[in-house]
């Protein structure tokens, strides 16, 4: 039985870490609040579905999606029979601050023509992930997993977690704010609901990228005509489709390399007529062949 932390907190809620940045626990059947934004959130549940109602849009969360949102008004509405296990982060304005002057003195980002007041802004590009297949994801099922198994203190969350999930989140952001700057719809409402919609298309090729989907089928998939989810997608990503599904079985047959897996098979599984082909898109993209590889793993 876990403990309540805080007698004034609804029964089965619960705070993981309390104070200007803070992780909130709820395991609950039904729920309903007016006030789930009080800082830029992040809001995940590993059981269960939860309603959310923001000024821009309307989110039923479900596991194995993220939602991301700076501060404003927002309803939360559950009403479940199984029990939803649903996880809430707040973020203060001033760990953004401290993160943008870390990151803005290294070399790696630049982050001339962007500011932390963007993580508290309306212009914040809100919108909902899949929580694998990004760092940030996959950062937060761990943390995730480990509280639903009551495992969080032995997870030494401290300040220095948010600071970690705000660096993940300014990259992300940060790229996220070039893909729109790539898109040509004067309005910005348009060219945010257009990237909420090519991202779709993306993550259903990381996804399916084994089961060599049809471009017509991934267009399909994100509610967009084949030409302009084309189009938008090399616009805004600066590879095409067919491209980035390349990109991906090719990461995923070095990974097969390197864990000894046949080159005749794995040229198979990545949809190459043959090994031949196979190695000479591999070798165009790596600067080596697979066989160097494996040699180097075998070593």
């Not at 959310?52 to 999606?65: Q, V």
């Not at 198994?149 to 969350?157: F, R, V, W």
Request: net charge neutral.
């Amino acid at each position: 039985m876990r403990e309540d932390f805080y007698a004034h907190l609804k029964e089965g809620s619960r705070p993981i870490m309390d104070g200007k940045n803070r992780i909130y626990y709820c395991e609950l059947n039904q729920y309903y609040s007016d006030n789930v934004f009080r800082n830029f959130s992040i809001k995940f549940t590993m059981e269960g579905v939860v309603q959310y109602r923001t000024e821009k849009e309307k989110y039923a969360l479900t596991p194995n999606y993220f939602l991301l949102s700076s501060k404003q008004p927002c309803e939360c509405i559950v009403d479940s029979k199984p029990l939803m296990r649903n996880i809430s982060i707040d973020i203060d304005p001033v760990t953004f601050g401290e993160v943008f002057t870390w990151m803005s003195s290294g070399k790696d980002i630049d982050l001339e023509n962007f500011r932390a007041e963007h993580f508290s802004s309306p212009d914040f590009f809100e919108n909902v992930y899949p929580i694998r297949y990004s760092e940030l994801g996959n950062h937060l099922l761990s943390l995730g997993q480990s509280i639903v198994a009551g495992e969080s203190l032995n997870y030494n969350i401290t300040e220095e977690t948010f600071y970690e999930l705000a660096e993940k989140i300014v990259r992300q952001e940060f790229n996220h704010l070039n893909f729109l700057h790539q898109l040509q719809a004067v309005k910005r409402s348009t060219r945010e609901e257009t990237l909420r919609r090519l991202l779709i298309g993306k993550h259903y090729i990381d996804e399916h990228y084994l089961q060599n989907p049809e471009i017509p089928d991934i267009a399909r998939q994100a509610s967009l005509s084949q030409f302009y989810f084309f189009r938008n997608f090399k616009m805004a990503f600066g590879i095409t489709p067919y491209q980035y599904m390349m990109h991906k079985r090719l990461e995923h047959a070095k990974n097969l390399i390197k864990n000894n897996v046949p080159v005749s098979k794995i040229a198979s599984d990545c949809h190459y007529p043959d090994v031949f082909t196979f190695s000479k898109a591999f070798k165009k993209k790596y600067g080596y062949a697979p066989s160097m590889l494996m040699k180097t793993s075998n070593a």
